[in-house]
């Protein structure tokens, strides 16, 4: 990595229970990086210790709880953090009109909110060395919405739009900001995504009653193997080019759903952008 002056690169990674953050986790720190891997439950961040990382309790959702986090990895590396990986986030399934503002503020908090507060707050240190890395990782519903999960699709539209603005706004900082754009990838997220919609959607009263059918058959099936799914591994590669090469890309896609939707976005308009997108969900559907 040519703008990195350190001994050893350090990182800090949020969300590393499971999936993408845990295989990352490991993957770097294999490759000598000293990882900061974060997670949200006391337990998971005792059991990311006795996997051998050195693991911090880290809250999206509570400012001080990502002060503390900041804190600890500045006052262990002396100042100096090499990059952020903010991976962290959950889906909140449900349509629009069943979305309270409560249940919609909430997956801001963690997928937008949260993410920013931990970002503005290590820029400092990355200034103040002259370099830096912050890779974030977004979805292929950054860029293309999908029916019944406008919460995520809120979220990740909002991060693309932010992480754009900071490239522009860090340009000549040393500072580089790139976005991961994952499909599907094997992890928890539909298990986290069927509690979360258990817990707040109104299924028996709602005018998309008959559709939730099928979305909670999906959500239950934990089987998360679709055609086109793909391992963590994916989005690992993907990351160690932002980590680690001379010209870090701005976007890296990560699965065929994403390349393929990226490209149809380029050449049809709203409404047949709208026909693939309705067709492409249509067995959750009907």
């Known amino acids: 990595m040519s703008d990195a002056r350190e001994t050893t690169r350090s990182l800090l990674i949020t969300g590393c229970s499971s999936g993408i953050g845990h295989a990352a ?21 005792a059991r990311l210790r006795e996997e051998g990382l050195e693991a911090l ?13 900041v804190t600890t990895v500045r006052e262990r590396t002396e ?8 991976n962290g986030a959950y889906g909140q399934p449900g349509a629009v009109e069943d979305l ?7 997956q801001l908090e963690t997928n937008l909110l949260g993410t920013h507060d931990l970002t ?13 890395r912050i890779v974030q990782n ?21 991060l693309e739009g932010l992480t754009d603005t900071l490239r522009q ?22 298990e986290n995504a069927y509690r979360a919609f258990q817990a707040n959607i109104d299924t028996a009263h709602s005018a998309h009653a008959d559709t939730y059918r099928k979305v909670e058959a999906r959500l239950a099936s934990q089987d998360g193997k679709g055609l086109f799914t793909l391992g963590p591994d994916a989005v ?3 990351l160690i080019h932002a980590l680690e090469s001379r010209r870090p890309r701005p976007r890296y896609a990560v699965t065929l759903p994403t390349h393929l939707f990226a490209a149809l976005k380029r050449v049809l308009g709203t409404r047949g952008m709208d026909g693939v997108l309705l067709r492409a969900t249509r067995d959750e559907r009907e």
């Open 57 to 69: 309790p880290l809250d999206l959702t509570d400012s001080a709880s990502i002060e503390s986090a």
């Open 100 to 106: 309270s503002r409560a249940v919609l503020r909430q």
């Open 25 to 45: 986790a490991h993957a770097l720190a294999r490759r000598g990086w000293r990882v900061f891997a974060t997670a949200r439950r006391e337990a998971d961040v």
């Open 120 to 132: 503005a707050r290590v820029l400092p240190m990355m200034r103040a060395q002259g370099h830096g």
């Open 169 to 190: 706004e860090l340009k000549g900082s040393g500072i580089h900001v790139s976005l991961i754009q994952p499909g599907p990838i094997t992890s928890r997220f539909r």
């Open 236 to 238: 690992v590669a993907k």
């Open 138 to 158: 977004s979805s292929v519903l950054g860029f293309a919405a999908l029916p019944y999960r406008g919460a995520y699709v809120c979220s990740k539209f909002a």
């Open 79 to 86: 100042g100096r953090l090499t990059a952020l990986f903010n």
